[in-house]
């Protein structure tokens, strides 16, 4: 079940009832929480949007494929997500509101799933799976000839990918050392440099609203926050 908490570790609110559910993300204007969640008959996930004032869940996708991973675009129109509707999971946008038809926006051979879309909506970070480099970090640039590049790719899994909020900078884990860790890299990769945040295991990393602060949960599943300074280079506290 999805809860709030405060910073001190109390329960402040919940939602919805019991389920399986996975990928949550809060709506940039924190109206609304989107979520894929489990079916227990088909054994396949769907999107469900919980509106939080009211706590309604509605459907926002349906069908027999599995869609599921949903990211908001950073005005709260759309919603970016994977689906297998076609064998592999391609991604897909639709209309935040849940009117009209899924729309497809990156087809290959290759599974991809949606990690998150930069402040100025120019760009779809994404994570791939390569039968030689394992998970990769890709960009879909939503303008020009928007041709993919890759942003992350080596023999390690890197995955768990997210803009801070001015976009210059992401947060992923990688398990390079032999441990999933949380690492730091400028964006563009040509401006700058790559820094290790976590020690001892750390994984799902998120940036605080302001990019002051980043979050994290650490190899024995405590929430940790480290306060993180940006300028021509990265400093941790």
């Known amino acids: 079940q999805p809860i709030w908490f405060d ?16 990928n949550l993300w ?54 970016v997500f994977t689906s297998t509707r076609e064998g592999v999971s391609n991604l897909y946008q639709k209309i935040a509101s849940g009117n009209g038809n899924d729309e497809v926006l990156l087809r290959s051979g290759e599974d991809k799933v949606p990690q998150d879309w930069s402040a100025d909506g120019e760009f779809i970070m994404y994570g791939t799976l390569n039968q030689k ?3 990769d970090l890709w960009m879909l640039p939503m303008s020009g000839d ?5 942003v992350s790719q080596t023999e390690f899994n890197e995955r768990q990918a997210h803009f801070n909020p001015d976009g210059k900078w992401i947060a992923y884990t990688s398990d390079e050392s032999g441990a999933q860790e949380v690492y730091v890299q400028t964006f563009p990769i040509s401006a700058g440099g790559r820094w290790r945040v976590s020690n001892g295991g750390g994984c799902q990393p998120r940036w605080r609203r302001d990019g002051k602060e980043l979050f994290y949960i650490s190899a024995d599943l405590k929430l940790m926050a480290v306060d993180v300074k940006l300028g021509a280079t ?4």
Not at 57 to 72: L, M
Not at 234 to 237: A, L, N, Q, V
């Open 146 to 150: 928007r041709k993919p590049f890759p």
């Open 133 to 135: 480099t394992k998970w």
């Open 7 to 22: 910073r001190g570790g109390k329960q402040i609110g919940s939602l919805g009832m019991t389920s399986l559910y996975f």
């Open 26 to 79: 809060l709506s940039p204007d924190e109206r609304r929480v989107a979520v894929d969640r489990r079916d227990a008959q088909t054994g396949t996930n769907d999107i469900w949007l919980f509106d939080l004032s009211s706590g309604i869940p509605s459907r926002f996708t349906t069908g027999p494929a599995g869609d599921s991973s949903p990211v908001w675009s950073p005005d709260g129109s759309r919603i």
């Open 234 to 237: 990265f400093e941790i506290g």
